[in-house]
């Protein structure tokens, strides 16, 4: 009798039309601690049929009811008490963020904080969307108007789950957009507790819908529904493709970034110490788990031993532990299926490289997702694990001879997400921030991200730019307005 029954997972409902709801079949699926690997919460397993509902929610709010009627400075109120509503809730959106995709609680609280900080830069930017009076050479006024692109498809990744849905649900909200973002699998909770502040902040009913489902069963019918007319994704080359080809069969507008093999680049004339701190901060912040990871490590041969040894042995104090231990610097991976992906690389890295520091599981814990921060040396470019995206904390150091070896290694990849230079010398560093194929480029520093700034990949990471003005764009069509001044029409018949 005394055998206590285990209390089953909480289960979240999904968020559709205003309302909370199971899935059409009432099917649900597991979501799983990372650090512990038991069953946290149930999430509604959507399908066709929920897809089908969501999106006709947000149709229908878009094309009428309160939301066509709101003016830019009631959209920019309501980001804003969005913005209070996260801060308010933060100590609690923090944990649930660390304990579901593994990341340090410090680390999440700083996601929890940028996402506020994102509904507030939009907030102020709703009433900053201008259109113009083009200077047509005829007695007309020429306008160009902005205007809200329709319903938006958000599709995003598990690494920075609150923090992806704000980059993408604030500038279409701000736009006048309606959304249907579908949260990965893995990492739900954050984005399903935020759906219970959207009435309260005054949005109106299918406005915003949160669906919660694998890729192929409620992804790719979101991707190819016709009345969706923009789909803003985050996560893998691989699906990034697939979702091209989809959206094309309706020509629905297509945003994509995906992810990268990013180039950290130190001239032997970097302040050591920085630099040392850099690399590491660089390719292993979030468990490597970052799509702009510093993942290629570019080092000038006079200071590669000395720099490999250095960084290996501080890369080995890193302090794995749980997530919600504050003095925690790396937690567990996301999920079973990317420890076996990142163990996979470990032992790849094995044959194409030199280990060293890390290479396997973390021995310290009996359960979690845990694999050691991991150094390979002499790698070279061509390898698979300095070609391939790896998404851990595998880093792969690569020596170079002088300027021009460098920029030719660190643009030979197929992608072009981000790269950082260290050097104290500011024309190298300035000719190098050109002559590299990257939308993101950092001196003397990795990482760092603003809300202000753009977010964006070239090549295969990707097109269109989140964040900042470039973020609203992409949730905006041109209208032009020619609007006649003559009494007599200019015509021929
Ligand atoms: P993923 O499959 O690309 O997942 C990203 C999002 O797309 C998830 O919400 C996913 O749903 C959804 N999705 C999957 N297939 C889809 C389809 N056919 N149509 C529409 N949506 C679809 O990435 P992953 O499997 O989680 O991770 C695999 C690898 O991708 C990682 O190891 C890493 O290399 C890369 N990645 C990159 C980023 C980045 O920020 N660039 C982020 C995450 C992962 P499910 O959750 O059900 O899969
Ligand atoms: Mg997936």
Request: glycine share 8%; proline share 6%.
């Amino acid at each position: 009798m005394a055998s206590e029954a285990k209390a089953s997972p909480r289960r979240y409902p999904m968020y559709i039309n205003g309302e909370f709801v199971e899935s059409a079949d009432k099917k649900y699926f597991p979501v799983v601690d990372p650090s512990t690997e038991e069953v946290m919460a149930e999430v509604p397993e959507a399908n066709e049929t929920d897809v089908n509902r969501a999106v006709a929610a947000a149709k229908a709010a878009f094309d009428s009811g309160a939301w066509p009627q709101t003016t830019a400075q009631d959209r920019g109120r309501i980001l804003f008490r969005l913005a209070e509503r996260i801060r308010k809730e933060a100590p609690h959106l923090a944990e649930l963020e660390a304990r579901n995709s593994g990341k340090p609680i410090v680390e999440a609280e700083y996601d929890i904080n940028d996402a506020a900080t994102c509904f507030e830069y939009y907030g102020g930017m709703a009433t900053k969307i201008l259109g113009q009076v083009n200077p047509v050479p005829d007695n007309a006024l020429s306008l160009s108007l902005r205007e809200p692109i329709g319903v938006a498809a958000q599709i995003i990744p598990w690494n920075y789950p609150l923090l992806m849905a704000a980059w993408k649900l604030a500038p279409a909200i701000a736009a006048g957009c309606t959304c249907i973002l579908k949260p990965a699998e893995q990492t739900p909770l954050t984005a399903l507790e935020f759906a219970s502040y959207l009435a309260d902040a005054g949005l109106p009913a299918g406005v915003v819908n949160i669906i919660t489902g694998f890729g192929e069963t409620c992804g790719a019918p979101l991707v190819k529904h016709p009345d969706v007319d923009k789909v803003a994704f985050t996560g893998s080359a691989e699906v990034g493709k697939a979702i091209m080809r989809a959206a094309a069969d309706t020509v629905k507008r297509v945003t994509l970034e995906l992810g990268g093999k990013s180039p950290n680049i130190f001239f032997a004339d970097a302040d050591f110490e920085s630099a040392i701190d850099g690399a590491l901060f660089g390719v292993f912040i979030n468990q490597g788990e970052v799509c702009s990871a510093g993942s290629r490590i570019l080092v000038e041969k006079s200071i590669y031993p000395k720099f490999v040894e250095a960084m290996s042995a501080k890369a080995k104090t890193i302090r794995l532990g749980p997530p919600l231990e504050r003095e925690t610097k790396m937690g567990p991976l996301v999920s079973k299926d990317q420890f076996d992906r990142v163990r996979s690389y470990q032992e790849l890295g094995k044959k194409e490289g030199k280990v060293a520091a890390g290479g396997g599981r973390s021995a310290s814990f009996k359960r979690g997702y845990y694999v050691e921060p991991t150094i390979f040396y002499d790698v070279d470019n061509t390898a698979r694990i300095a070609q391939e995206e790896i998404f851990g904390p595998v880093a792969a150091v690569i020596p170079f001879a002088d300027e021009a070896e460098a920029l030719r290694i660190a643009n030979a990849t197929p992608y072009g997400l981000a790269a950082a230079v260290w050097s104290r010398d500011i024309f190298k560093a300035f000719r190098m921030v050109k002559a590299l194929r990257a939308g993101i480029v950092w001196v003397n520093h990795m990482q760092p991200t603003y809300v202000e700034a753009p977010w964006g990949g070239y090549k295969q990471s990707g097109f269109g730019r989140e964040l900042g003005p470039w973020g609203i764009e992409e949730y905006l069509e041109t209208k032009q307005v020619h609007i006649n001044l003559n009494e007599q029409p200019i015509g021929w018949y």
